[in-house]
């Protein structure tokens, strides 16, 4: 089975900084490309990142531009989102994907 679990979220105030994670499981990590997505209270699901198999190229969403970055480590199979410069509007559950499979998420709240 495929298992993703995003951890890092929290309570930060605007301007700051958070660093999530995902470890990942029951799949080839090294080879899959992965992504964050995020969904507010009320509103669809947004893409945010994508990061392909050997790491070299990486895509994002215009709203998170310059501010967050997605990386990942082959070696302990986890996904990482840094975010910085955050924003209220960041507010939201973030979740790993990986094709069509999306792990239990983990919560950013913006706000001072």
């Known amino acids: 089975d495929v298992q993703l679990q995003a951890s890092g979220g929290g309570l930060v105030q605007p301007g700051g900084s958070l660093k999530l994670s995902c470890v990942a499981s029951?799949?080839?990590?090294?080879?899959?490309?992965m992504s964050w997505v995020r969904q507010a209270p009320g509103k669809s699901q947004e893409w945010i990142a994508t990061i392909y198999a050997n790491g070299a190229r990486t895509i994002y969403a215009e709203s998170v531009k310059g501010r967050f970055t997605i990386s990942r480590d082959t070696a302990v199979n986890t996904l990482y989102l840094q975010m910085n410069s955050l924003k209220p509007e960041d507010t939201a559950m973030y979740y790993c994907?990986?094709?069509?499979?999306r792990g239990q998420g983990t919560q950013v709240t913006v706000s001072s």
């Open positions: 994907t990986q094709e069509t499979n």
């Open positions: 029951g799949f080839s990590f090294r080879t899959a490309p």
